[in-house]
């Protein structure tokens, strides 16, 4: 599978939008894009995934480069539950494994 | 939130004695995993499950083993345990292997700590 990356960390005050970047510049023309969460503490959760187009989901959205070679994914509004490692994940649609890289840390400041 | 268990939560054992953990699952679904956490490498996969009786390797799959003789049940076993093995184990169920989207459901997780 492609490799992703992410920046360690971020920060982000809370009610204000965030924007985590992607870079996979690797990406194959069967790879999905999915974002998955890490709240402390816990196991992974899904957040959302896309192929080509926008999408935006009760949880986020994720804004998908025309080239594919990086993705967004937009919290419009942080809380302070969203603080977690965010972590983007390639996923071919014929593969049954993930590899979920070190993530994004995010921050939320009250 | 997807039923999924992990025993036990915590374990603290010594060098050299086995380990069994246990993921259990009520969702009928036919994929499990088993995934390993550590502080700058992220989530590694160690072994998965594609049915009954039906398992292969991850990415970090030495030293450990597993087994799955019922739907609802994956073990993963430490047979000789080492400091290295020293992590939080996460096992996570998804009712697709293939597909778009093949969500994965993760359990709790398991914190083991070899002296």
């Known amino acids: 599978d492609a490799k992703t990356t992410q920046p360690n960390s971020m920060e982000s005050n809370e009610e204000e939008p965030v924007h985590l970047p992607c870079n996979h510049s690797?990406?194959?023309?069967?790879?999905?894009i999915h974002w998955y969460r890490q709240l402390p503490s816990q196991g992974p959760e899904y957040v959302i995934h896309?192929?080509?187009s926008n999408v935006n989901n009760r949880m986020a959205s994720l804004a998908i480069a025309e080239d594919r070679k990086s993705s967004t994914l937009i919290l419009h509004r942080a809380t302070l539950r969203d603080a977690a490692v965010y972590y983007c994940?390639?996923?071919?649609?014929?593969?049954?494994?993930?590899?979920f890289g070190t993530g994004t840390s995010l921050t939320v400041i009250p | 939130d997807a039923g999924i268990t992990q025993s036990p939560r915590h374990k603290v054992t010594e060098t050299g004695t086995p380990v069994t953990l246990r993921c259990h699952q009520t969702?009928?679904?036919?994929?499990m995993y088993w995934y390993r956490q550590d502080p700058g490498h992220g989530l590694r996969l160690i072994h998965y499950s594609y049915g009954v009786k039906d398992t292969d390797k991850g990415e970090v799959s030495d030293g450990y083993s597993v087994s799955r003789s019922k739907t609802e049940d994956f073990l993963l076993t430490l047979e000789s345990a080492t400091s290295s093995q020293t992590s939080v184990y996460f096992c996570?169920?998804?009712?697709?292997?293939?597909?778009?989207?093949?969500?994965?459901?993760f359990g709790p997780g398991t914190r083991l700590t070899v002296l």
């Open positions: 896309g192929l080509t």
């Open positions: 996570a169920i998804s009712d697709l292997a293939g597909g778009p989207r093949n969500e994965q459901f």
């Open positions: 690797t990406i194959s023309g069967t790879d999905y």
């Open positions: 994940i390639l996923r071919d649609v014929t593969g049954n494994q993930f590899y």
């Open positions: 969702e009928n679904h036919r994929y």
